[in-house]
């Protein structure tokens, strides 16, 4: 999956670096959240699930639960009205609390589930399910995936050693433009 032809890559790549650089450029909350939502996107394209997981079947749309207080607005669900992730139809759900029983391919956990976190990451931690935040101190905690703000740019962070546990591959192109934690 990952032997794409270089110019692909980089050009993949060079996106990551020009929605980071635009907020810099951009003001307000929501431009932050829409080039969040093309991050989360970019980031699919880097990351396999195993073969044998229910997440691998394609003819299923891709589930992404914003967990906690919404921080999108409706950003998201706009992105994804025409952006697909793996050639699959993605489907938007929120919740307070999450629901054991509800299937999904990635959670985002908002700043105020903090006293949950342990919780989510708990059920998370041996699943091909992606987790990914937006507060201090989340990536080092277990979440695959935590965005910090670094001069006004949007960057993200990688705990590799959770990334491990959940039986997702990572291509080292995702990794190269992230800062890691192990």
Same mark, same amino acid.
């Given at each position: 999956?990952?032997?794409?032809?270089?110019?692909?890559?980089?050009?993949?790549?060079?996106?990551?670096?020009?929605?980071?650089?635009?907020?810099?450029?951009?003001?307000? !909350?929501?431009?932050?959240?829409?080039?969040?939502?093309?991050? /989360?996107?970019?980031?699919?394209?880097?990351?396999?699930w195993p073969s044998d997981s229910l997440q691998a079947d394609t003819t299923?749309?891709?589930? /992404?639960?914003?967990?906690?207080?919404?921080?999108?607005?409706?950003?998201? !669900?706009?992105?994804?009205?025409?952006?697909?992730?793996?050639?699959?139809?993605?489907? %938007?759900?929120?919740?307070?609390?999450?629901?054991?029983?509800?299937?999904?391919?990635?959670?985002? %956990?908002?700043?105020?589930?903090?006293?949950?976190?342990?919780?989510i990451l708990n059920y998370a931690h041996d699943k091909p399910l992606i987790? /990914?935040?937006?507060?201090?101190?989340?990536?080092?905690?277990?979440?695959? /995936?935590?965005?910090?703000?670094?001069?006004?740019?949007?960057?993200?962070?990688?705990? !590799?050693?959770?990334?491990?546990?959940?039986?997702?591959?990572?291509?080292?192109?995702?990794?190269?433009?992230?800062? %890691?934690?192990?």
């Amino acid at each position: 999956m990952f032997n794409k032809k270089p110019l692909t890559l980089r050009i993949l790549l060079t996106g990551f670096f020009l929605m980071s650089c635009y907020l810099g450029t951009l003001h307000g !909350q929501s431009t932050e959240y829409i080039l969040k939502a093309g991050f /989360i996107e970019r980031f699919t394209r880097f990351i396999e699930w195993p073969s044998d997981s229910l997440q691998a079947d394609t003819t299923k749309p891709f589930i /992404i639960l914003v967990l906690g207080k919404n921080p999108f607005g409706d950003n998201l !669900q706009k992105f994804f009205t025409k952006t697909r992730i793996k050639g699959r139809k993605v489907v %938007i759900r929120y919740a307070a609390k999450l629901d054991t029983n509800k299937y999904c391919h990635m959670i985002f %956990i908002c700043d105020n589930m903090s006293s949950e976190l342990n919780f989510i990451l708990n059920y998370a931690h041996d699943k091909p399910l992606i987790t /990914i935040g937006e507060t201090e101190g989340f990536g080092s905690k277990g979440v695959l /995936i935590n965005f910090f703000l670094d001069n006004n740019k949007i960057r993200f962070e990688i705990n !590799q050693a959770a990334f491990r546990n959940t039986g997702l591959k990572v291509s080292h192109m995702l990794l190269n433009s992230a800062k %890691i934690i192990n």
